[in-house]
Nanobody, 126 residues
Framework: QVQLVETGGGLVQAGDSLRLSCAAS????????MGWFRQAPGKGREFVAA????????NYADSVKGRFTISRDNAKNTVYLQMNSLKPEDTAVYHC???????????????????WGQGTQVTVSS
């Protein structure tokens, strides 16, 4: 049984930083790409960032490029999302997800991910 648990969300002001963590279990974490997605109130879920299984290739949505950084620590079975220069439009529930196939690239396509965490709320006030 794959489990993903996100932590690190909270209420911050515009311009602040947050680091989200996603702890994974139930699958050989180091063999799988991981992704972060978010869902704002009244909107659909959207891609934020992804990292390949080795951690040497990343992919970002244009809206977060240059502000967010995804990384992973395979020894700790954890993927991170460092979020800097936060904006009110970053307000959303952030979910991590694991790619369905081993040794995959940093894919943005949501349907490529088969297990999801419950999410952590990030609220950015202006």
């Amino acid at each position: 049984q794959v489990q993903l648990v996100e932590t690190g969300g909270g209420l911050v002001q515009a311009g602040d930083s947050l680091r989200l963590s996603c702890a994974a279990s139930g699958r050989t974490f180091s063999n799988y790409a991981m992704g972060w997605f978010r869902q704002a109130p009244g909107k659909g879920r959207e891609f934020v960032a992804a990292i390949n299984w080795r951690g040497d290739n990343t992919n970002y949505a244009d809206s977060v490029k240059g502000r967010f950084t995804i990384s992973r620590d395979n020894a700790k079975n954890t993927v991170y999302l460092q979020m800097n220069s936060l904006k009110p439009e970053d307000t959303a529930v952030y979910h991590c997800a694991v790619h369905r196939y081993a040794y995959s690239a940093a894919i943005a396509r949501m349907t490529d991910y088969d297990y999801w965490g419950q999410g952590t709320q990030v609220t950015v006030s202006s």
